[in-house]
């Protein structure tokens, strides 16, 4: 009796065996042919900012290696983790990827401002692609020439308002970082993303905010925004040398954001591999580097295995950050 059941359990365990191994073969073999169909990245903030424009222009690239459409999905909401839930709950079979930031990926470091139903673990990093660049704007008839003078005027009038697309983003840490370093008394005003907070600084409904530069780039060369600093890169930009950097002015900017590629866990070796080819070859485009540099942003490109190491490093810096300036709970 012993000796038959003994037998039926090791043909269910070898039957068990052997459709893990027929799934796993076919799970490579469509690996394999991928992609097939079209792809789609989702973006956690609102059309017209820095993030969107940034995956478009990737997007349609990526289309031109791969071969198939690359759609660009707009998800925004939940600071920002809409659209990281979107991708983390999605099939992981690399037609669901996320084009995110520092907030939509690893939220557990932000619940000083948020909670998300996911974390970190639950993304499978592809690639680095952007490094983005924000700036202090302010409107082209606004009295202020540098963050000197407007913190100057801000100080003796408290209670002035500034602009940004959201909590727990370089934007608002930038801002807050004057703020209490300062200490000036800002009052800071959330708008759904660059597309809404770029006309209210020129109708003055706000006298400054924090954006893409891509986003007011052809406002700045028209001069109808002045530039303050730009907020999120260590050196002076290229594209830009007249405009000094928060690093430059004091501003103790240890945090620097990126956009990169993301898919849900469990997604198949093979298609990381995939995406992440064909997004090195993108960076060695030429028309594509022209294209990124006359829209002001930086592309800043990372191996899998290199932007997972600096994934653990950003994460770092930024509960150091944060505990820093009181934002961890």
Known sequence: MKTKRWGMFTQFFFSLLGLFLVMSLLSDLHAAGYPDRAITIVV?????????????VLAARLEKQLKQPVVVVNKPGGAATVGGYSVVSAKPDGYTLGFF???????EIFTYFFEAPYSSKDLRPICNAFFPVLACFVNGDAPWNSMKEFVEYARKNPGMKWGHSGKATPGYFSMTLVNKTEKIGFVDLTFDGDAKLVPAVLGDHVP????????????????????????????????????????????????????????????????????????????????????????????????TTSFEKSLMEYKEAYHAFLKEWGMVK
């Open 44 to 56: 956690a903030f609102a059309p017209g900012g820095n993030t969107d424009l940034s995956a478009r």
């Open 101 to 107: 930031t520092d907030v939509t990926t690893i939220p």
């Open 208 to 303: 400054i905010g924090v954006a893409g530069f891509a986003g007011v780039k052809s406002l700045y060369e028209s001069k109808k925004v002045k530039l303050l600093a730009f907020v999120t890169i260590p050196n002076r930009a290229p594209f830009a040398p007249e405009v000094p950097t928060f690093t430059e002015l004091g501003y103790k900017m240890t945090t620097f954001p990126y956009q990169g590629l993301f898919a849900p866990r469990g997604v198949p070796d093979e298609v990381v591999k995939k995406i992440n080819e064909a997004v090195s070859k993108v960076a060695e485009d030429h028309d594509f580097q022209n294209e990124v540099k006359a829209m002001g942003a930086y592309f800043n490109y990372e191996s």
